[in-house]
């Protein structure tokens, strides 16, 4: 099945950096997810996109649904160490029923 | 409180045993889905259902039965286990028309 580029797979960060992360895809997509995976529990939606080049922020998470509907960049402003974890991109194709294809998730990582 | 339960939470079995790992949800959700999480490969869709009676493959199916005879039930069946279905486990639903999905804790197997 298809998947979605996430990068970077991997992000060792201090404490109070920002973080940028993204996704992107040969594909049209119309809808953008960003969700968080906490360790041991289950991913949680944080931020929804519907609209090309639309900003949208939940707290220090910034996403921005790409202007050319293949792509999405997710920032975190201010790390701090609840913020470690696996996030994850997720899209809806254009057209497509109900299924979202996922990105492989960047894991954050915080240095003591 | 609107949970998605996963029982068992860890299972080592053999190959060849039959499992059902059970789902259940409390929303009244339609939509339900079965994903595994493997190391750099993020979430993959197993089956989803849309409904009672309504199921469908997601991207790898293979190996994997699934049943909806209830709306707040979706038990995941590996009648013939093998070592690749060695994975973290994961339920999830959504209410129609909303992009939330509501995971569940995960089940952690291993298939010896």
């Known amino acids: 099945g298809q998947q979605l580029n996430q990068s970077p797979q991997s992000m060792f960060i201090q404490e109070g950096e920002d973080v940028s992360m993204n996704c992107t895809s040969s594909s049209i997509f119309n809808t953008w997810l960003w969700y968080k995976q906490d360790p041991g529990e289950g991913p949680v939606l944080l931020i929804a996109?519907?609209?090309a080049g639309e900003l949208t922020s939940n707290g220090r998470l910034t996403a921005q649904f790409g202007i050319t509907r293949k792509d999405s960049f997710l920032n975190i402003s201010a790390s701090i160490p609840s913020d470690v974890g696996i996030y994850f991109c997720a899209g809806r194709l254009m057209d497509s029923n109900y299924q979202l294809i996922w990105g492989a998730g960047t894991k954050l990582i915080i240095k003591p | 409180e609107a949970q998605v339960t996963q029982n068992p939470r860890y299972l080592i079995t053999v190959t060849g045993k039959k499992l059902t790992v059970t789902c259940s949800q409390n929303?009244?959700?339609?939509?339900m889905s079965w994903y595994r999480q493997d190391p750099g490969l993020g979430l993959r869709q197993i089956y989803y259902s849309m409904n009672v009676e309504v199921t469908d493959k997601g991207d790898v199916p293979e190996g994997y039965k699934v049943s909806r005879k209830e709306k707040r039930n979706f038990p995941l069946i590996l009648e013939s286990p093998s070592p690749n279905q060695t994975s973290l486990y994961f339920c999830?639903?959504?209410?129609?028309?909303?992009?939330?999905?509501?995971f569940g804790p995960g089940t952690r197997l291993t298939v010896l």
């Open positions: 999830a639903s959504t209410q129609w028309g909303t992009d939330t999905q509501y």
């Open positions: 996109l519907y609209k």
């Open positions: 929303m009244n959700h339609e939509y």
